[in-house]
């Protein structure tokens, strides 16, 4: 198996650029740049919702391969959450997925956790795990102390 060019993805950037990536790549069936997105180590990471766990790139490779082989996927990130340090960045995200089914189109919510680190080669996703959302997109939920006057 022939590893995925990293120059695909852009080299340095941030993480940002490279979740635009990913998704922008998720939405064209592009397996090439998917791949570029991905860190070039043997343990990353990625989990689709009811799905098992993925290790390594041939893995996380095939499981795409197969995806796409059913047409391009429709998701938007939505709702983005941040938590950044120095060589990490992870990233709660809200994906509205679009699907065609035989009483018409359909929207879907998957939450999404992405992990990227810093590497030689720039920010690099190394886990992707998604679980399935509720049937309408919820709101978030946050711990605000009650406010009493």
């Not at 197969?66 to 047409?71: V, Y």
């Not at 709702?79 to 009483?103: F, G, M, P, W, Y």
């Not at 886990?127 to 946050?142: L, V, Y």
Request: proline share 5%; hydrophobic share 40%; charged share 20%.
């Amino acid at each position: 198996m022939s590893k995925a060019k990293k120059t695909a993805a852009t080299v340095g950037g941030s993480a940002d650029d490279i979740e635009t990536s990913f998704y922008e790549a998720l939405q064209t069936s592009d397996l090439e740049r998917l791949m570029a997105c991905w860190a070039d180590e043997d343990d990353v990471i990625c989990i689709h919702p009811g799905g098992p766990r993925l290790i390594g790139l041939g893995a996380i490779r095939s499981a795409f391969e197969a995806m796409f082989a059913n047409g391009s996927l429709r998701i938007a990130p939505l709702a983005v959450r941040k938590i950044e340090a120095l060589a990490c960045a992870v990233h709660s995200v809200r994906e509205r997925i679009d699907i065609l089914t035989n009483e018409g189109p359909v929207e879907a919510f998957v939450m999404a956790t992405n992990v990227y680190h810093k590497t030689a080669q720039g920010w690099r996703l190394v886990a992707h795990h998604a679980s399935p959302g509720n049937p309408r997109e919820a709101q978030d939920i946050t711990e605000t102390p009650p406010v009493l006057h």
